[in-house]
């Protein structure tokens, strides 16, 4: 740590020059920049990193480069799926964090960046320079997993992992599809983005189809032979959609292997057909493809960090948050991102300012609607220790087991609550 | 170098004071607002806890840890903390106006 650092040095100055009663406004005044932060993507992770690191320290200047105009989260998103909330309802803007915040927004993509140039080289032609950068990319797909399954095909058959066009194709098809019907929903491996998410789909989903298509039935073909949440979510499909909803594990034939995007056909490993009206592929995940290009990620396609502040295991002054970053034992989830980016913040603020930054600490809470008045959670608090990010082990855990209605309907009121906090931590939403 | 000294004179920097400090209590309390928003103020069904006493968040707090009132999903977040921890969240919270 610096015995007297630049900040303190700056501060000292201004004092100086208040006492030789010299004002700003006669003189003019020099905007002090205590350092520069870059920031690519504004989602969860990118959006909140930039407002906390504004709200701690307003003298740090903060660029956030985003691809687009707008947000829309992925938390939610189901809630559009099923019909019961327009896309308006989860499209977030970057107004607050711009005219309030005064980050600078920049819309464009990033094309590559020059770690030891400090450069990030952006589509449009500009190029921009930091003293840290932080990397919130979220995640892209691996696009070779699944046999006839490409980027192409999912114009035609969704995966609507990332909320936008995704999700409102999904959702038309839904709509379109005959009452009768089989919806197919198949979950990758992990780690992937928002572990309850899938689950959360296919009750939601049931919720549409039971008002306007009862004959209809869901098929979840899993990867996996366990999931978060499992008991819950299979106790809430049998209160409100008996015989509606059925779940293959991976090791009876629901790992999907291939599709034929001509007949509306996925195959296992064993050959085994399932034929769907509406088919939603989950493809396995990665990192977002400029973290690979940069050289952020390990063998596994995730970016290895200092979990206490971080930072980049691969490239110096380089921080990784959100779904991209391989955060111990907390989830990829919209709010696991929240907490780690408020923590980034910390780390990125006190190390510019030459001070120590305090013991983190994080948390989340994720919250899974099964209908609208049917909601359940998972919650943990977590620490950093030699480990990594560990959670406390007396906290957290799931909401009860055969709880009754009336905790169901209070988790679900809180979940649309939580939904509206946390945009408004991120985003300045619904204020 | 009397230029120099002339023009740093002239050219006073402009500090902009901070939101919010980074202290332990800060780093904790962090944790509140994705559920109960920026600076405990929630836009939506979750309680707010800006504008509570100290003593007030301490004793619900700790009451949520051990189960002598009912909550959803608090009792699971308050075993999180230690008695320190939830002094320091509630001596940060009241900050919050």
């Known amino acids: ?431 | 170098m009397k230029i120099f000294a002339f023009i740093s004179i002239l050219l006073l920097p402009v500090i902009t004071q901070a939101e919010m400090p980074i202290t332990r209590g800060s780093m904790l309390a962090l944790s509140c607002t994705g559920c109960h928003g920026t600076n405990g103020k929630s836009p939506g069904a979750i309680p707010t806890i800006a504008g509570k006493s100290a003593g007030y968040l301490i004793t619900i707090m700790k009451d949520f840890r051990d189960n002598r009132i009912f909550s959803t999903v608090m009792g699971r977040q308050a075993k999180g903390y230690t008695d320190e921890e939830i002094t320091l969240i509630a001596e940060y919270l009241t900050t919050y106006k």
């Not at chain 1, 059925?246 to 995007?261: K, M």
């Not at chain 1, 691969?314 to 980016?341: E, L, T």
Request: proline share 5%; with cysteine.
């Open chain 1, 1 to 431: 740590m610096n015995p007297f650092s630049r900040r303190q040095f700056i501060k000292l100055v201004g004092a100086v020059g208040a006492l030789s009663s010299l004002s700003a406004c006669q003189f003019g005044e020099e905007k002090v920049i205590e350092g520069r932060v870059v920031i690519v993507g504004g989602g969860f992770g990118g959006a909140t990193c930039a407002k906390y690191i504004r709200r701690f320290n307003p003298n740090i200047e903060v660029t956030l480069i985003e691809r687009d105009a707008k947000f829309i989260t992925c938390p939610f998103s189901n809630m559009v799926l099923a019909g019961l909330y327009g896309i308006d309802w989860i499209t977030h803007e970057y107004t607050a964090l711009r005219d309030k915040y005064s980050v600078k927004i920049i819309q464009d993509t990033v094309i590559d960046i020059e770690p030891i140039a400090k450069k990030v080289l952006l589509k449009g032609g500009k190029s921009v320079h930091y003293d840290r950068l932080v990397m919130s990319p979220g995640i892209d797909f691996q696009w070779d997993a699944i046999e006839g399954y490409t980027e192409s095909i999912s114009h035609q058959i969704p995966h609507a992992w990332k909320a936008g066009a995704q999700t409102l194709l999904l959702r038309d098809q839904l709509q379109a599809m005959k009452d009768g019907g089989v919806v197919i929903i198949a979950p990758p491996r992990n780690p992937f983005r928002c572990p309850p998410g899938p689950y959360e789909r296919a009750g939601l989903i049931a919720h549409y189809l039971k008002q306007h298509k009862p004959k209809s039935k869901i098929l979840i073909l899993d990867a996996k032979d366990t999931f978060s949440k499992q008991a819950l979510f299979t106790q809430g499909w049998a209160d409100l959609y008996p015989g509606m909803i059925e779940w293959v594990e991976g090791s009876f034939g629901g790992h999907i292997t291939g599709v034929d995007a001509k007949t509306n056909t996925l195959y296992n490993s064993d050959k085994e057909a399932y034929k769907g009206d509406v088919i939603n592929i989950i493809p396995p995940q990665k990192a977002g493809l400029i973290a690979h290009k940069v050289g952020l990620v390990n063998e596994d396609g995730w970016c290895p960090i200092n979990q206490r502040t971080f930072e980049s295991q691969k490239h110096a002054d380089i921080h990784v948050i959100g779904d991209a970053c391989i955060g111990s034992k907390m989830p990829k989830s919209g709010f696991a991102a929240n907490s780690q980016a408020k923590v980034c913040a910390a780390a990125i603020v006190t190390s510019l300012d030459g001070t120590e930054m305090p013991e983190p600490s994080y948390v989340n809470t994720c919250y899974s609607l099964i209908g609208p008045d049917y909601g359940i959670s998972v919650a943990a608090v977590y620490r950093f220790t030699e480990q990594g990010i560990m959670k406390i082990k007396a906290s957290g855990g799931v909401s009860p087991q055969n709880a009754h209605a009336d905790f169901r309907r209070k988790e679900a009121h809180y979940a649309i609550g939580w939904y509206m906090s946390i945009t408004n931590d991120i985003f300045d939403s619904f204020s």
